[in-house]
C-alpha cells in the first residue's frame, strides 16, 4: 500500500514538472504583437520599392492580430525574401515578419529558422495590397 501512495506521488510529481516545463515553453515561444506601437512595411520587388509606416488603426490592429501567436522551429518549404517583410516594434522590441512570399500561411521571423502562423492570410494582403504589396511575389 504504502508502494502505490509512493509510486502515485512520483507520478504526480512529475505530470506536474512536465506541465510546468510545457508552460515555460510555450510562453517563451509566445509572440505577443500588442507591444507594438509602429507597424513598417518593406515590399521591394520588381520595380517596386516600398517602405512605409502604417498609420490606419484597423490595419495595424488585422496585421498585428495576423501574427500573435506561438513561434516554431521548421524548414517549411514556402519562399520568403526579407525584402517583403513586416516590422512590428515598440522603440526596445521589434519583430520582423517575412509572410510566404508564394502565399502559404506561414511568415519567418527575421532571417532565423523560426515561424509563425499567418491567422488570417487573406485578411492580411487584403490590408497589404493597399499599400502596394502583390502576392505571389516569387
Known amino acids: 500500500m504504502k508502494k502505490k501512495l509512493v509510486a502515485t506521488i512520483i507520478f504526480v510529481f512529475l ?3 512536465v506541465s510546468l516545463f510545457v508552460l515555460i515553453s510555450i510562453k ?3 509572440i505577443d504583437t500588442s507591444i507594438a506601437s509602429e507597424i513598417s512595411l518593406k515590399y521591394y520587388y520588381n520595380d517596386k520599392k516600398i517602405n512605409l509606416v502604417v498609420t490606419d488603426k484597423n490595419d495595424i490592429k488585422i496585421i498585428k492580430e495576423s501574427f500573435k501567436g506561438i ?4 524548414t517549411p518549404s514556402c519562399g520568403f ?3 517583403i517583410s513586416i516590422k512590428l ?11 510566404a512570399c508564394d502565399g502559404c500561411s506561414t511568415a519567418r521571423i527575421g ?8 491567422k488570417d492570410r487573406n485578411a492580411l494582403e487584403t490590408v497589404l495590397e493597399k499599400y502596394g504589396f502583390y502576392f505571389p511575389c516569387v
Open 28 to 30: 517563451k515561444n509566445y
Open 111 to 118: 532571417n532565423s529558422n523560426k515561424y509563425v502562423r499567418i
Open 89 to 99: 516594434s515598440n522603440g526596445k522590441k521589434e519583430f520582423i515578419f517575412c509572410p
Open 81 to 83: 525574401s526579407s525584402n
Open 71 to 74: 513561434s516554431y522551429k521548421d
Open 15 to 17: 505530470i506536474m514538472i
